[in-house]
């Protein structure tokens, strides 16, 4: 008797954009409910335990975990350069990201996501340099996830630790610039 292939069958990049998606919008939430970050015309108290998202977050966080999750399989960008290289390319995929979603949702569309204005060394009031550092501390997260989900669900490996992944993001050791300067 045959064993029953127990691994999904729906492709990874289409399930990586749900789960990225629904994982966003819910840390999103819990960071607004902490932080007290609103946009809306009132506003909510600090730790107010009120949240917020919205489904255009979702549909956002999804593309992003799904390039992220790319950038993370490209074996150039892997094994020539370190984690802290490839968290910083994250990072300014993430802000590029969300700056064309800002400008069309936010500043076409008026929807008002959110906004970053008040914040130093914002452009637009669509991205702002303290997010960008966020983004790029939640790069090795998404890569982890990544790896996590295709090597459960789609026997791609083991993945790293999460714990090892951070470690490994100040290791400067791993950049190889005479491997990269011979095969250009």
Same mark, same amino acid.
């Given at each position: ?8 069958? %729906?492709?990874?990049d &289409? $399930?990586?954009? !749900?789960m990225?998606?629904? *994982? ?6 819990? /960071?607004?409910?902490?932080f ?51 968290s ?11 700056? %064309?979603?800002?400008? &069309? $949702?936010?500043? !076409?569309?008026?929807?008002? *996501? ?6 130093? /060394? ?63």
């Amino acid at each position: 008797m045959r064993k029953a292939d127990t691994k999904i069958k %729906i492709a990874p990049d &289409i $399930l990586l954009f !749900i789960m990225t998606g629904i *994982i966003y919008a819910f840390i999103e939430v819990a /960071f607004t409910a902490l932080f007290g970050e609103t946009v809306s015309k009132y506003g909510t108290k600090y730790a107010s335990t009120i949240g917020f998202s919205s489904l255009y977050m979702s549909i956002i966080g999804g593309l992003i975990g799904v390039i992220l999750g790319r950038l993370n399989e490209i074996n150039f960008i892997s094994s020539r350069f370190n984690l802290f290289f490839q968290s910083l390319l994250g990072a300014v995929i993430i802000t590029l990201v969300e700056l %064309i979603s800002g400008i &069309i $949702l936010n500043l !076409i569309f008026k929807f008002n *996501i959110w906004d970053y204005s008040k914040y130093p /060394f914002n452009f637009l009031g669509q991205i702002a340099l303290a997010r960008s550092i966020l983004w790029f501390f939640i790069c090795p997260l998404a890569f982890w996830f990544d790896d996590l989900v295709r090597s459960l669900l789609y026997d791609a490996g083991t993945p790293y630790s999460l714990f090892s992944m951070y470690k490994k993001l100040f290791n400067f050791k791993s950049v190889n610039m005479d491997s990269i300067r011979a095969k250009m």
